[in-house]
């Protein structure tokens, strides 16, 4: 009985053992080769997902604790007698790694996107395994490279085959024209190189988006594809594309809705055809070398919402045509030859937004009365053009107008307070370098959000307006070359936003006010060619914000330079030529070690030129020139690393002039006028050797030349007289009687 007992506990041990075995071989080891194929499909997953680094855990799921089909990113068939992964959806994740060769095991595949990842590697050439269910890849937006593997000619199938941005090389897959199912294709942002496939028209039955920009390709758009005639999308911008466009576009009228051709190298004329392309919305043929005129055609355009032909080489007048297309909302013709005037039914454009006529130099007339149907503009520019007149008032009616650029035309008039209706005006008012004339509107005041003045160049006279001090939210503001007057307004210390300020070449004269310290924010001040008098306030000298430039020159300023400007460590420029300071130069200036041109000629200065100027180790040009400078040069400047011009010259300097860095290469010029300066150097006593080794040589030469005159003087006198004994008697003697009387 005790022996069935243990014979009975031995048979239990044996069973539980074989369970366990059993157990073990669905769930602990999943993966053997002679197991189901659902086990198959979820090794090749597994082993995908090794193949990953997942740094957010987005493949947390993937574990057998569950069936595969209930993964994030898996799609899963329901047949009838088990599920097959139709699709892994894992974009956007953060996943790096290479994309495992195992992707070919998954034979129903057909639809993968791992597309905004970080996959790197060659495209695996097992993908041509799935040619028989494949038909959605979405490989974009990673770090493949190598070319396309020819292996993927195998996947006929394909409707939707996206490769843009990544580091693919070689030249265009001639084999995707076998594609004939294929409606969207995208390789754009690669490195693909050569011709566009001549027989890209054999897609013509499925094409609908074809996308090349930003690529290597030559050549010309293959004539074929004007035989798609399901094409929606067409984009090879930014690439070395060439040659005349395609000339008819008729095909594509029913169906083409976006052409952009733009930043490339097309040339020849803008197709007539394309005005029977009434789908368009957007036509971008940009930065390119087409010519010849704009087609009227192009007023057929009923739909199109985005016109860019700016940077081109059109002639001729604009079409008035143009403005029957109602629903433009960019109209950019910018950068060409256009000729005549901005049509008069412009303000047809009710929805335009942004309208540019700026760079066409023959372009002349006025601004249409019009241009106030123009409602939702934001962007007016017509800088250098030939425009010309007094502006419309209808021009200040634009409420929504952001940014309105008029400089380098003929504008003349007075510019009138209306301009503060304005009131949207934010990024920059441009009417510089016109001939307007009489004082500055002190509307501008109300526009409280603009960002950008800029009035030089003009004809106005009298006070700057104090309602400038309004503007709380400018940072750049220039009022320069024009007749204004009176004094800088104390009221500008309330624009604390003003990052360049330029008041030069007025006739602003008294003192400079002590504002600058609540504009904390200026990077430039700019008060040149005035008739500013008196010292530099407290608040300018301590304004150690101050990056780029400080030029204070050709005024009346006098009284010394602060020692405090050693502080502005970030200066690039400074400019005090031209003054009445006096002093010394202070020792300070050695601290602005961001400094690049410094410029302190033409003023009284006194003293010996600082050796801390050799501290400023970014300095390239250094101009001390016309003051009353003493002592001797300090060597410590010669040895500045990026300087490349010095001027001293007419000073009271003395002593040896340095023989280092700069010292050598300078010409006399910049040391002239400084009578006790010397270059008694070994260097400048081998010049001096030389000089006097070249006078020697011309003394001598003129002795020897005396020398040879007088031999030659005096054989020729002794030739006279031998020739005169060869005479006969009566004749010598008639000749010493001649003599003697």
């Not at 503007?471 to 990052?499: H, K, Q, W, Y």
Request: net charge negative.
């Amino acid at each position: 009985m005790q022996q069935r007992y243990i014979y009975l506990a031995y048979g239990c041990v044996i069973v539980s053992h074989v369970f366990a075995y059993v157990l073990g071989s669905v769930f602990i080891s999943p993966c053997r080769k002679d197991f189901s194929v659902c086990n198959h499909t979820l090794c090749t997953l597994l082993s995908i997902k090794d193949s990953m680094q997942d740094p957010t855990g987005a493949l947390a799921t993937w574990n057998v604790s569950t069936h595969f089909c209930t993964w994030d990113g898996v799609l899963c068939s329901n047949t009838s007698q088990q599920q097959q992964v139709k699709g892994l959806l894992l974009d956007s994740r953060q996943l790096k790694g290479a994309l495992s060769p195992e992707i070919g095991n998954l034979l129903t595949l057909s639809y993968l996107n791992i597309s905004n990842n970080i996959f790197h590697g060659s495209i695996p050439r097992e993908l041509g395994k799935l040619a028989s269910s494949l038909t959605h890849l979405d490989l974009s937006h990673n770090a493949f490279n190598d070319s396309v593997p020819a292996s993927l000619a195998n996947c006929t199938l394909l409707t939707f085959l996206d490769l843009n941005t990544n580091f693919l090389s070689g030249s265009f897959p001639e084999f995707i024209t076998n594609f004939t199912q294929l409606s969207y294709l995208d390789l754009s942002s690669n490195s693909i190189t050569g011709n566009t496939p001549r027989d890209i028209g054999l897609l013509s039955a499925s094409l609908q988006f074809f996308q090349l920009y930003n690529t290597q390709l030559t050549g010309s758009i293959p004539r074929s594809l004007m035989n798609c005639s399901k094409l929606v999308w067409l984009d090879v911008s930014n690439s070395l594309l060439s040659e005349a466009l395609p000339s008819d576009w008729t095909r594509l009228s029913s169906t083409l809705e976006e052409l952009n051709l733009d930043n490339s190298g097309f040339s020849g004329n803008v197709p007539e055809t394309l005005g029977n392309c009434t789908m368009l919305t957007v036509l971008h043929l940009h930065n390119n070398s087409l010519t010849g005129e704009i087609p009227s055609s192009l007023g057929e355009l009923r739909s199109l919402q985005d016109l860019k032909l700016y940077y081109n080489h059109l002639s001729g007048p604009v079409p008035s045509s143009l403005t029957n297309c109602t629903h433009l909302v960019y109209f950019e013709l910018s950068g060409n030859n256009l000729t005549g005037g901005i049509p008069e039914e412009i303000g047809r454009l009710s929805l335009v937004e942004w309208l540019t006529f700026s760079m066409n130099p023959l372009l002349e007339g006025s601004i249409p009365h019009s241009i106030d149907g123009c409602t939702q503009l934001r962007q007016l520019s017509l800088y250098q053009t030939n425009l010309e007149g007094v502006l419309p008032s209808s021009l200040f009616n634009l409420s929504k107008l952001e940014r309105l650029s008029l400089e380098d035309c003929a504008f003349s008039g007075r510019l009138p307070e209306l301009v503060g209706n304005l009131s949207s005006l934010s990024i920059k008012l441009d009417v510089s370098h016109n001939n307007f004339e009489g004082p500055i509107p002190a509307g501008l005041g109300k526009l409280s959000n603009l960002q950008g003045l800029y009035l030089q160049g003009n004809n106005f006279e009298g006070h700057l307006p104090h309602q400038l001090s309004e503007l709380r939210s400018i940072i750049e503001m220039d009022v320069s070359c024009s007749l204004i007057s009176g004094t800088i307004p104390t009221s500008f210390s309330r624009l604390a936003s003003l990052s360049k300020l330029y008041i030069r070449n007025t006739q602003i004269a008294g003192p400079i006010p002590d504002i600058f310290a609540d504009l904390q924010n200026l990077q430039v001040l700019d008060l040149s060619r005035n008739m500013l008098v008196g010292s530099i306030p407290q608040s300018l000298a301590t304004l150690y914000n101050l990056e780029l430039i400080l030029d204070l020159s050709s005024n009346r300023l006098t009284g010394s330079i602060p020692s405090s400007f050693g502080n502005m460590v970030r200066l690039q420029e400074m400019h005090l030529s031209g003054n009445m300071f006096t002093g010394r130069i202070p020792s300070a200036f050695g601290g602005c070690v961001g400094m690049q041109i410094l410029d302190l000629s033409h003023n009284r200065l006194e003293g010996d030129v600082p050796d801390a100027l050799g501290e400023m180790i970014s300095l390239e040009h250094l101009d001390m020139s016309h003051n009353r400078l003493s002592g001797s040069l300090p060597s410590s400047i010669g040895d500045l690393p990026k300087l490349i011009s010095l001027n001293v010259s007419y000073n009271m300097l003395e002593g040896v002039i340095p023989e280092n860095g700069v010292y050598r290469t300078l010409s006399a010029s910049a040391f002239v006028g400084n009578p006790r300066l010397s270059m008694d150097s070994p260097l400048s006593r081998s010049r001096s050797s030389d000089e006097r080794i070249h006078w020697k040589t011309r003394i001598i030469s003129v002795l020897l030349a005396a020398i040879v005159t007088l031999y030659c003087l005096r054989y020729y006198m002794k030739r006279k007289e031998a020739s005169a004994l060869d005479l006969p008697l009566w004749r010598r003697v008639f000749m010493r009687r001649k003599k003697a009387k």
